[in-house]
């Protein structure tokens, strides 16, 4: 059973910046390279939605456009570990974040997609 673990969540001014890291363990006959990982996040009162992925084999990135060339993600095959490096923060970034994985070469912007979920981390942005 694939397990993920994020970590980084804090309380920042607008304008700071973050860094998320997700660590995956669990892993049994696949290696980490063979998922394609996600970021999602739930701001208070409102749905889940996407907010980052990368793909299993060349690491391309996908961003939402609400974080484009704000937000970076990158993974570490040999750490097991994906990153969500956070810039130019405002409260509307304010959410819990979520890791999420599947396997697979895609990646996909719908939450149903993703079979493994970690349990999230607080990101709180202060205007």
């Known amino acids: 059973q694939v397990q993920l673990e994020e970590s980084g969540g804090a309380l920042v001014q607008a304008g700071g910046s973050l860094r998320l890291s997700c660590a995956a363990s669990?892993?049994?006959?696949?290696?980490?390279?063979?998922?394609?990982m996600a970021w999602f996040r739930q701001p208070p009162g409102k749905e889940r939605e996407f907010v980052a992925g990368?793909?299993?084999?060349?690491?391309?990135?996908y961003d939402a456009d609400s974080v484009k060339g704000r937000f970076t993600i990158s993974r570490d095959n040999a750490k097991n570990t994906v990153y969500l490096q956070m810039d130019s923060l405002n409260s509307e970034d304010t959410a819990v974040y979520y890791c999420?994985?599947?396997?697979?070469?895609?990646?996909?912007?719908?939450?149903?997609?993703?079979?493994?979920w970690g349990q999230g981390t607080q990101v709180t942005v202060s205007s």
């Open positions: 999420a994985a599947r396997a697979g070469f895609t990646v996909w912007d719908s939450a149903s997609m993703y079979s493994y």
């Open positions: 669990g892993l049994t006959g696949l290696t980490f390279s063979a998922y394609a």
């Open positions: 990368i793909m299993r084999s060349d690491g391309a990135p």
